[in-house]
DNA sequence: ATATGCGATAATTTCGAAATAATAAGAACA
DNA sequence: TGTTCTTATTATTTCGAAATTATCGCATAT
């Protein structure tokens, strides 16, 4: 039984140290992915089983994501997976943009050589497995992956505990997004040379050009997502 | 027994609904108020007859406020509150220049007689009371209050529930510092016109210069704070 | 002296049962 | 038929005991 990710023999590999955040990390995970889908009631005695936990512990993370925006809580009526919309989608890429351009435009003014370096050996990891996946399948959990580390790389320098922590909360959101899309996606996904672009941008320190690329980017994004379609994943609405 | 705000008769006033949600804020207010001082060990068994609730429910309440930075999680150590330094405060105040004045931004391209009128009210609320302090007491919880309020009003139209929740988070973590600068202040707090200038600048839509404002007042409490002295509440590092 | 290992103590984390609240189903009434 | 109580059922929330993990003190060895 258990869940996916792995059989847990307590105390082995407890992402956080403990239990309650090991569970939180899967929880985020299976949203992220749409194992659970959006809107969809999660009901205590179920999950119980399902992440093998018990009602306390459960309800730790569930409180937590909640606070992250990917899980509601619905008074003392439980909790459900944050639906999705056309609405929070544009309200969240409009945030995005404000923050990556930040994050982006301070690791530039501070960046130093390792910074740079990890942002070059990310993309080429990128870029080869999206020519590995040319035209082929969707976006895979690798695929995935390897794009977070890039964007991630891209701000590591930004010196901004509290920045960084506000980016990884709204990337995590549209990581959600991506998903969906990809999921609905009919023609496979035209490799494109943005993520390219951006980096050699960043490299060459030409602060306006990344500022413009980033932003495009995470707007593109957000708009191939609603072309796609968003009113996937249906889930009997709450 | 049970805590300062007020006897808690189960089911009455439960700020969010549920016990714990309650728990949530009361501790969030305590840490704010620095009645749970920076850098204290937050021990379950003292803890758990404060507040009146069971660890699971405290639990809980602290592993959000992690999430919040008010609390910092220590492993399987447990928690403390989250402690304070100039690196802190410098790095929140950079963040919260950029979302206060994207906030506001928006508000002002966005904002309606509603929202122009609410500015007003809260702003002569706010104003009263500091006529009422004048050169006296310390930053009370009443002008702490209508601060909050003021503030809140300003960025009301922003029309983000994303950008309005960081607002929040950012804004509440300022909160401690403000009050831990006025509990070290030597000399009465002198009266600035520092809201009214917003006020009037954001009322008459000049958007230039209600951004310069903003960014001015935001910095000028962290010069303010710093100015005060921080290793005040010392509390035995941990 | 300093370091290492062991046992006892104290703290946190986790569990599952008990209490509480919401929902569904049915009965009584207009 | 529709409405409003009441009761039964189901789900969530909360508690406190039990398990786990860290910490402290002391003995032993280097």
């Known amino acids: 039984m258990k869940n996916g990710s792995e059989g847990n023999l307590r105390s082995q590999s407890l992402v956080g140290g403990t239990l309650a955040n090991d569970v939180l990390h899967r929880l985020r995970e299976d949203i992220i992915s749409c194992i659970l889908k959006p809107g969809e009631k999660l009901r205590f005695e179920a999950m119980k089983d399902i992440y093998g936990v018990s009602f306390s512990t459960l309800r730790e993370a569930l409180s937590r994501l909640s606070s992250e925006r990917l899980v509601v809580s619905e008074g003392q009526r439980g909790f459900k997976v944050a639906p999705i919309s056309s609405e929070d989608l544009g309200d969240l890429t409009n945030a995005r943009v404000l923050i990556e351009k930040e994050c982006l435009l301070r690791a530039m003014e501070r960046g130093d050589d390792e910074w740079k370096s990890r942002i070059l050996s990310t993309f080429h990891r990128l870029d080869r497995l999206e020519n590995e996946l040319e035209g082929q399948r969707r976006v895979t959990p690798e695929w995935d992956q390897l794009h977070a580390e890039f964007h991630e790389a891209l701000v590591g320098a930004s010196a901004s505990p509290t920045l960084a922590e506000i980016r990884d909360r709204l990337f995590e ?32 320190n030409d602060v306006d050009h990344a ?8 707007r593109e994004i957000a708009q191939n997502i609603m072309e796609n379609g968003l009113e996937v994943t249906p889930v009997q609405a709450a």
């Open 211 to 218: 500022m413009t690329l980033i932003e495009r980017h995470v």
């Open 173 to 204: 959101r549209s990581r959600r997004y991506r998903r969906i899309s990809a999921m609905v996606r009919k023609t496979p996904r035209a490799k494109t040379d943005e993520h390219r672009m951006i980096m050699e941008a960043v490299l060459s």
